[in-house]
T-cell receptor, first 116, second 112 residues
Framework: ETGVTQTPRHLVMGMTNKKSLKCEQHLGHNAMYWYKQSAKKPLELMFVYSLEERVENNSVPSRFSPECPNSSHLFLHLHTLQPEDSALYLC???????????????FGPGTRLTVL | GQNIDQPTEMTATEGAIVQINCTYQTSGFNGLFWYQQHAGEAPTFLSYNVLDGLEEKGRFSSFLSRSKGYSYLLLKELQMKDSASYLCAVRVITGGGNKLTFGTGTQLKVEL
């Protein structure tokens, strides 16, 4: 059991729906991440939030909209998705410091998203 | 940009030793991580190398050569539960956060 939880674990949505993925970390970390994991492809970094500010946006389509209301919560709002967006969406958190030592990322269990 | 290569699949026998290689080309290298991911589960941290050499942690060891852009993960005394995907990830220096770039993962199958 990790200190990062994600809900829902599974989601099926149509292309016209609007839904949100939620991530919560209980580790006291100050950075949170969204990744997309598709079959046979590497984990793709989507967004990074550090101290609740978005510091990275990896050319993600605007139909994905992240929100980080505080250091413990991260959301991914979804609207008008395409079938190719079907994937496992993973949230992670880490403690980022200026001295930048270990700082490994702790992952949540993911949300398996299917877009019909 | 970053490029990370690792074999797609490997098969090994229970009780044996297996070495999973990872090569990378990157700028701003700031450490290499190995993660284990069982099917349908979250990746879990295994090891971290930032300096050249071998890091040992129980049955698992990881090696890094920065000059060669090369790392390997060594698993000893293989058990059936070690069947999983092993992800190599490189951390790069960036303006903010802690950015990891992952390889596609090596699917390890442990057989009797």
């Amino acid at each position: 059991e990790t200190g990062v939880t994600q809900t829902p674990r599974h989601l099926v949505m149509g292309m016209t729906n609007k839904k949100s993925l939620k991530c919560e970390q209980h580790l006291g970390h100050n950075a949170m991440y969204w990744y997309k994991q598709s079959a046979k492809k590497p984990l793709e970094l989507m967004f990074v939030y550090s101290l609740e500010e978005r510091v990275e946006n990896n050319s993600v389509p605007s139909r994905f909209s992240p929100e980080c209301p505080n250091s413990s919560h991260l959301f991914l709002h979804l609207h008008t998705l395409q079938p190719e967006d079907s994937a496992l969406y993973l949230c992670a958190s880490s403690q980022t410091s200026v001295t930048s030592s270990y700082n490994e990322q702790f992952f949540g269990p993911g949300t398996r998203l299917t877009v019909l | 940009g970053q490029n990370i290569d690792q074999p797609t699949e490997m098969t090994a026998t229970e009780g044996a030793i297996v070495q999973i290689n990872c090569t990378y080309q990157t700028s701003g290298f700031n450490g290499l991580f190995w993660y284990q991911q069982h099917a349908g589960e979250a990746p879990t941290f295994l090891s971290y190398n930032v300096l050249d050499g071998l890091e040992e942690k129980g049955r698992f060891s990881s090696f890094l050569s920065r000059s060669k852009g090369y790392s390997y993960l060594l698993l000893k005394e293989l058990q059936m539960k070690d069947s999983a995907s092993y992800l190599c990830a490189v951390r790069v220096i960036t303006g903010g956060g802690n950015k990891l770039t992952f390889g596609t993962g090596t699917q390890l199958k442990v057989e009797l």
